[in-house]
């Protein structure tokens, strides 16, 4: 089977509108000047409305992780202090992107199953009187959903900021930058935004740019946002960023935002939980074991163990050779779940029940056993 015609059912990247698909097909544009800075500014307020912050954002051309990098590596400087909260893979990419910037993390582990505790954090950040933590939002190797707004109102009394990867997250379950008190937040284009990877648009809030600002030093120039924030005021009415930025890929996310605010943010939080009721119900219908629990679920992406006797690796083998791209576990997860995505395009049930429908038909016409 051609690549072409595999459905993906990861979680990211996702398949992209047409009307996405379009725009990056256009010829390239030059990416400053008076023909362009309209686009860009309107792609900018576009994002802020998404983001729900007044601050700075930035589109930074890199992967998710480049964000994130972005994103601690200028709130933490140079040996600054930092917790990070980690209950599953991508939590722990962000404590070893804290850790390539300072000696200074302090870590919480969580069992994977499970999300951050609001009370537990509190008394952990008092415990290493902590100015800034960092958590993930939505971890894709577990389909759990930390309380990030909860996590944020229970560390404030102690004057502590928060930082947050939305990498899986934003424009797929509510995050509010500014309204729930958080410092910067980073997220990626080929997740629930609808484009292709390339982009990791990173915003820094007021409460951020007053921890950035109180660095004695920094590292890196690129992955800095006081890089960025100089061009942004030297050069700003023509070239307001330090590198050539990808304007098609501009242009695309864009076009997906437009796309994104057309349909309503509380409308999409909706699709995607629907998404997600319709692939719970249906796993554990054919007996699959969840991951996370209901209460804590995410609805960007679902973990599940198969039944009992089927070989995780053998079953996502013969989704492929039925159109479904779907993925599995990750580090202690590995070989033991598949990994399903409902972000964005994905994130409609009956795409959902089209893949509960052939995982059935994979189940009944037989897939090897687990490997001891």
Same mark, same amino acid.
């Given at each position: 089977?051609?690549?072409?015609?595999?459905?993906?059912?990861?979680?990211?990247?996702?398949?992209?509108?047409?009307?996405?698909?379009?725009?990056?097909?256009?010829? /390239?544009?030059?990416?400053?000047?008076?023909?362009?800075?309209?686009?860009?500014?309107?792609?900018?307020?576009?994002?802020?409305? /998404?983001?729900?912050?007044?601050?700075?954002?930035?589109?930074?051309?890199?992967?998710?992780?480049?964000?994130?990098?972005?994103?601690?590596?200028?709130?933490?400087?140079?040996?600054?202090?930092?917790?990070?909260?980690? !209950?599953?893979?991508?939590?722990?990419?962000?404590?070893?992107?804290?850790?390539?910037?300072?000696? !200074? $993390?302090? $870590?919480?582990?969580?069992?994977?199953?499970?999300?951050? =505790?609001?009370?537990?954090?509190?008394?952990?950040?008092?415990?290493?009187?902590?100015?800034?933590?960092?958590? /993930?939002?939505?971890?894709?190797?577990?389909?759990?959903? !930390?309380?990030?707004?909860?996590?944020?109102?229970?560390?404030?009394?102690?004057?502590?900021? /928060?930082?947050?990867?939305?990498?899986?997250?934003?424009?797929?379950?509510?995050?509010?930058?500014?309204?729930?008190?958080?410092?910067?937040?980073?997220?990626?284009?080929?997740?629930?935004?609808?484009?292709?990877?390339?982009?990791?648009?990173?915003?820094?809030?007021?409460?951020?740019?007053?921890?950035?600002?109180?660095?004695?030093?920094?590292?890196?120039?690129?992955?800095?946002?006081?890089?960025?924030?100089?061009?942004?005021?030297?050069?700003?009415?023509?070239?307001?960023?330090?590198?050539?930025?990808?304007?098609?890929?501009?242009?695309?996310?864009?076009?997906?935002?437009?796309?994104?605010?057309?349909?309503?943010?509380?409308?999409?939080?909706?699709?995607?939980?629907?998404?997600?009721?319709?692939?719970?119900?249906?796993?554990?219908?054919?007996?699959?074991?969840?991951?996370? =629990?209901?209460?804590?679920?995410?609805?960007?992406?679902?973990?599940?163990?198969?039944?009992?006797?089927?070989?995780?690796?053998?079953?996502?083998?013969?989704?492929?050779?039925?159109?479904?791209?779907?993925?599995?576990?990750?580090?202690?997860?590995?070989?033991? $779940?598949?990994?399903?995505?409902?972000?964005?395009?994905?994130?409609?049930?009956?795409?959902?029940?089209?893949?509960?429908?052939?995982?059935?038909?994979?189940?009944?016409?037989?897939?090897?056993?687990?490997?001891?």
């Amino acid at each position: 089977m051609d690549a072409h015609d595999i459905e993906l059912l990861i979680p990211g990247p996702i398949p992209v509108s047409d009307e996405v698909l379009e725009v990056m097909g256009h010829q /390239v544009e030059q990416h400053y000047g008076p023909d362009w800075m309209p686009q860009y500014e309107r792609f900018i307020a576009r994002l802020r409305r /998404v983001f729900l912050t007044a601050g700075s954002l930035y589109p930074i051309p890199a992967s998710g992780s480049g964000g994130i990098d972005t994103m601690v590596g200028s709130l933490v400087g140079a040996d600054g202090r930092v917790g990070v909260i980690t !209950n599953g893979f991508f939590g722990n990419r962000v404590v070893e992107i804290a850790r390539s910037y300072s000696r !200074n $993390v302090e $870590v919480l582990d969580v069992p994977w199953n499970r999300p951050a =505790e609001p009370d537990d954090v509190r008394r952990w950040v008092r415990t290493h009187k902590l100015p800034l933590i960092a958590v /993930v939002h939505s971890d894709t190797s577990t389909g759990v959903l !930390n309380p990030v707004r909860e996590i944020a109102a229970a560390v404030k009394a102690e004057g502590v900021a /928060v930082a947050v990867d939305a990498v899986s997250s934003l424009a797929g379950t509510p995050l509010e930058t500014d309204g729930w008190g958080l410092a910067a937040v980073s997220t990626a284009s080929q997740k629930c935004l609808e484009t292709p990877p390339g982009l990791a648009p990173v915003a820094i809030t007021k409460i951020g740019w007053e921890i950035v600002d109180r660095q004695p030093a920094s590292h890196g120039w690129y992955l800095n946002v006081r890089t960025w924030r100089r061009f942004e005021r030297e050069w700003g009415a023509h070239h307001p960023y330090p590198v050539t930025i990808p304007s098609n890929l501009i242009l695309a996310l864009d076009r997906a935002l437009q796309r994104i605010l057309d349909e309503g943010l509380e409308k999409r939080f909706e699709r995607h939980r629907r998404a997600q009721a319709a692939l719970r119900e249906g796993l554990e219908h054919l007996g699959f074991r969840l991951f996370a =629990e209901p209460q804590f679920a995410s609805p960007t992406v679902t973990v599940a163990y198969p039944p009992a006797g089927v070989d995780a690796t053998a079953l996502i083998s013969s989704m492929r050779a039925r159109g479904f791209a779907i993925s599995g576990g990750l580090e202690q997860l590995a070989g033991k $779940v598949i990994r399903i995505g409902h972000l964005g395009t994905q994130a409609h049930p009956e795409i959902m029940r089209r893949a509960v429908e052939a995982l059935e038909t994979c189940l009944r016409e037989g897939v090897p056993a687990r490997r001891a």
